[in-house]
């Protein structure tokens, strides 16, 4: 565990989860900092999504993660439009199904709940576009798989639309504190502890 490299950063919205370019403007990993060469993202964040993103060269890290059967739980902050109440979070407690390619594509039970605005968030920029005749609310959600942009579909299919994704945490894994583009270097043993992997 000692040979490998691992890092925690906050990527920041606009930046893809990846360190090579697809268009001359695109903003990657490697905008952040002078990773290792071999050292990759476990898992991914889409580029109009934020928060905690975990980069190692330790591929049986990557696979323990990855597997659909080790079910880790992942915890994200959501902005919506609109002001949910409790009935309206149901289908997503018991398990809701999104279309992904046209295809249907049944969800995991997830944890859902109401919340103020997380303390210490940074302000998104570009900023969030503001409609000041529709409210907007915050959730916590946490989720044992990770499909395409699973979230926005599930909020899409209960009819709360996401303005802003934050992943916060992936099990007991997260950042000192929530900074655009923020790199932290950790040990192995410390983020093998955190996501209780044995």
């Not at 990846?18 to 476990?42: M, N």
């Not at 898992?43 to 980069?55: H, P």
């Not at 993660?65 to 915890?75: A, E, G």
């Not at 999104?98 to 594509?105: D, E, F, L, M, S």
């Amino acid at each position: 565990m000692s040979d490998f490299s691992y890092f925690l950063v906050y990527k920041p919205f606009g930046y893809l989860s990846q360190f090579t370019r697809e268009a001359p403007d695109h903003r990657t990993l490697a905008d952040l900092h002078s990773f290792p060469p071999d050292v990759y993202p476990v898992g991914r964040l889409d580029a109009d999504s934020e928060g905690l993103l975990l980069l190692t060269n330790d591929k049986s890290l990557n696979a323990k993660l990855l597997s659909p059967k080790n079910k880790h739980w992942r915890k994200y902050w959501v902005q919506v439009e609109g002001i949910p109440e409790e009935k309206d979070l149901l289908p997503i407690q018991k398990g809701i199904s999104v279309t992904i390619q046209g295809k249907n594509h049944p969800c995991l039970p997830a944890r859902i709940q109401i919340i103020q605005e997380p303390s210490g968030i940074p302000d998104r920029d570009p900023p969030i576009r503001e409609r000041k005749n529709i409210p907007v609310s915050w959730l916590e959600i946490s989720l044992q798989e990770g499909k395409n942009r699973q979230v926005r579909k599930m909020m899409a299919a209960i009819g709360y639309p996401v303005l802003r994704l934050i992943r916060a945490s992936i099990e007991d894994l997260s950042l000192s504190s929530q900074v655009p583009g923020r790199v932290e270097r950790r040990s192995g043993k410390e983020i093998y502890r955190a996501l209780k992997i044995v």
